[in-house]
């Protein structure tokens, strides 16, 4: 039984101290969690030098099968066992959404407990209301599982990389998106059917609209940028695009083009302002973000004295969440996240911004643009025309010619077109897009993603 693994793992480290712990939210990343306490507790025992005690685990659902085993007694419907039990120290918050996850870890610091999370969302929206409480208890909070998963990017910002100023981070931060986006260039799958297949493993919701929308990877961004740059940013406010526009041509053209598209969250300082956005990028094909594939997640840190420094492994899941939850818990266990919480102050409501927003207008960049429009005499010219007006130059045209395959629906008189730009601001883009719809040469929508240069 686990009841006997964990006190045997007791047993076994002697007289060392016992730091009773409870879990709130038991579903995928929970169990997993319990799975390393209670399976592996020499494992945690001799990195934290005392015994992790798993007390209390509360559920809504206390007849729900679950694929941990765990001892009698553990299992518990009301959380206020939790609260008001005085011996546990520390509580991994696993509970997801803005409510009742709010108020539980409101109450969780009301009565004493150190908290551990991995709600980005939550701290995205309730961030500094949160941190501001738990400060004036004496109490910390943990979150290196609420941004990429198992990979420790909160600990390398905040941490590894404190002799640096950092310069820019980018990242592939959601891999729902990411595996979507797979399927779409390696298979040629229509977005749709590579939704159903995220679903059907497991990598998407029922609902997959917060991570194709770029809500996901814009809250996630929120929070590494307030870490590294100081930012105070809601991620409302984070410009954001999606990649449900986008089609298996888009891939195909920019493959051709030597390219592949991720959703890419970027935070850039350039004159003391901060560029920030969460947009489909065009990637130079052979870099190292461009070839991160299916659901995992990446992070390139670029800081004044190490240079850049490149993160990358699996970014959600059962196993490398609950890796960085455990970890947290044992950091918060042995005092390591007090130490950190007291000196950086995270979501601090009185320390000023260092860092303003850069306008979403001035936004340097180059850009993809592509087009299905009427293959008459002057169709070219009158969109050149829009680019010249906005003054946004032309790097590059590609025409195909009509065919069944790219005339879809059997219009013959409508062609695929694609333009790359050279670097203008993103305002000018937006508007030679919106000139562009105007012309009534376009079939549908123009299609318009970033180009990342080096």
């Known amino acids: 039984m686990n009841l006997a693994r964990q006190t045997k793992s007791e047993l076994k480290n002697g007289s060392m101290r016992k730091t009773k712990l409870a879990i709130v939210g038991l579903g995928t990343v929970g169990s997993g969690v319990a799975k390393l306490l209670l399976d592996h507790g020499d494992r945690t025992a001799r990195h934290a030098g005392r015994t992790l005690w798993l007390e209390k685990a509360v559920v809504r659902d206390l007849e729900k099968p679950r694929d941990v085993e765990l001892p009698t007694g553990l299992l518990t419907a009301d959380v206020n066992d939790v609260y008001d039990d005085p011996e546990i120290e520390v509580v991994a918050h696993l509970v997801g959404g803005l409510e009742p996850a709010r108020t539980i870890m409101l109450r969780l610091l009301e009565s004493g407990k150190d908290v551990v999370t991995a709600n980005k969302a939550l ?40 002799a640096n100023a950092i310069e820019s981070l980018e990242g592939i931060l959601n891999g729902t ?7 779409m260039d390696r298979l040629g799958t229509p977005y749709q059917a590579a939704v159903a297949e995220a679903q059907r493993l497991g990598y998407a919701e029922a609902d997959p609209a917060m991570d194709v929308d770029g809500t996901d990877a814009a809250q996630k961004l929120a929070i590494l940028a307030h870490l590294a740059f100081g930012a105070q940013v809601a991620w409302q406010d984070i410009p954001r695009v999606g990649i449900e526009q986008l089609e298996p041509d888009d891939l195909r ?24 956005h969460v947009s489909p990028t065009l990637i130079q094909r052979r870099t190292p973000l461009a070839e991160v594939q299916d659901a995992f997640n990446a992070v390139r840190v670029v800081g004044d004295a190490v240079g850049p420094v490149f993160y990358h492994g699996q970014g959600a899941g059962q196993m490398p969440t609950a890796s960085a939850v455990v970890a947290d818990l044992i950091d918060t266990a042995v005092g390591r996240t007090r130490l950190t919480f007291e000196t950086l102050e995270p979501f601090s409501t009185t320390s000023p911004p260092r860092v303003s927003l850069r306008n979403s207008d001035e936004l340097p960049g180059r850009y993809y643009f592509r087009l299905r429009v009427k293959d008459h005499p002057g169709t070219l010219s009158a969109i050149t025309g829009v680019f010249g007006k906005h003054q946004l130059s032309i790097a590059s045209v590609i025409q195909h010619e009509r065919n069944e395959a790219t005339s879809p629906g059997g219009e013959t008189d409508i062609v695929p077109l694609v333009i790359m730009s050279h670097e203008g601001a993103e305002g000018a883009a937006r508007a030679v897009a919106e000139g562009i719809e105007a012309l ?5 929508s123009v299609t318009r993603l970033r180009v990342k240069t080096p």
């Open 123 to 162: 701290l995205a929206e309730h961030g500094p209301e949160l941190f501001t409480l738990a400060r004036r208890l004496g109490r910390t909070i943990a979150f290196e599982a609420s941004v990429a998963g198992g990979i420790p990017i909160i600990t390398n910002i905040s941490q590894c990389l404190s």
């Open 177 to 183: 998106s990411n595996f979507i986006l797979t399927q």
């Open 253 to 276: 053209y920019a493959s051709q083009l030597g390219y592949a598209i991720k959703l890419l969250a970027e935070a850039k300082l350039v004159d003391g302002k901060l560029d920030l």
């Open 440 to 444: 009534g040469v376009v079939r549908d």
